[in-house]
């Protein structure tokens, strides 16, 4: 019913930037109908939360990224892209984009997720 595929992870020194993007491919639905998340997992920590999208182009940041990322979403083109500028080593980790139905509560498809890796 929905694909995700992201794509733009790569390796970069401290300082530089990256954008990440995904790709909807999404049956029985409309794109704009779903929120779109990034959710980030570093080597031995948990899933977490990095940014949020709604259909109308509202945006929600973790406080971690704030001033750093940025998130948009193309609903013509069903992409979402997310941003990343002045990274730090600690943004490290496995990036997975994420679409949540708006009737649901959680989200519920993934995409196979892209590494981000910062060297300091």
């Known amino acids: 019913q929905v694909q995700l595929v992201e794509s733009g992870g790569g390796l970069v020194q401290a300082g530089g930037s990256l954008r990440l993007s995904c790709a909807a491919s999404?049956?029985?639905?409309?794109?704009?109908?779903?929120?779109m998340g990034w959710f980030r997992q570093a080597p031995g920590k948990e899933r977490e939360f990095v940014s949020a999208v709604w259909s109308g182009g509202s945006v929600y940041l973790a406080n971690s990224v704030k001033g750093r990322f940025t998130v948009s979403r193309d609903n013509a083109k069903t992409t979402v892209a997310l941003q990343m500028n002045n990274l730090k080593p600690e943004d490290t980790a496995v990036y997975y984009c994420?679409?949540?139905?708006?009737?649901?509560?959680?989200?519920?498809?993934w995409g196979q997720g892209t590494q981000v890796t910062v060297s300091s």
């Open positions: 999404i049956r029985g639905h409309t794109f704009n109908s779903y929120t």
């Open positions: 994420a679409a949540r139905g708006s009737g649901d509560q959680t989200y519920n498809y």
